[in-house]
């Protein structure tokens, strides 16, 4: 099977023990070059070896990563926060 695009969404949410990181290292790897990936965070690039629990692994998946990427950084509240917020009815005065 050839994926043309991989999403992941919230990565290091919850850290990756060491088969997680490593199953994620092998899927980067193979996508790498061949296909697309979108990785959304709240962590900077220099947290990524707690994330995986290992630095090297961390700046493996990176390497491969930000190679021919654009990496957006995007500053602010929560969108989901916000429209939450709107959502809800004011309350009584």
């Known amino acids: 099977m050839k994926l043309r695009l991989i999403v992941i969404d919230e990565l290091g949410f919850l850290p990756k023990d060491k088969d997680g ?3 994620f290292f092998q899927i980067i790897s193979h996508l790498y070059e061949q296909g ?3 990785v ?3 962590r900077a ?3 990524w070896g ?3 629990n290992d630095n090297t692994v961390a700046a493996a998946v990176l390497d491969q990563l930000v190679h021919h990427s654009e990496v957006a950084k995007i ?3 929560s969108c989901r926060v916000k429209n939450r ?3 809800m ?4 005065e």
């Not at 009815?89 to 009584?92: C, K, M």
Request: zero cysteines; proline letters at 4%.
């Open 21 to 23: 990181s490593d199953l």
């Open 36 to 38: 697309s990936v979108v």
């Open 40 to 42: 959304t965070t709240n």
């Open 45 to 47: 690039f220099k947290a």
């Open 50 to 52: 707690k994330i995986f």
């Open 75 to 77: 500053e602010g509240a």
């Open 85 to 87: 917020k709107e959502q």
């Open 89 to 92: 009815p004011q309350a009584a």
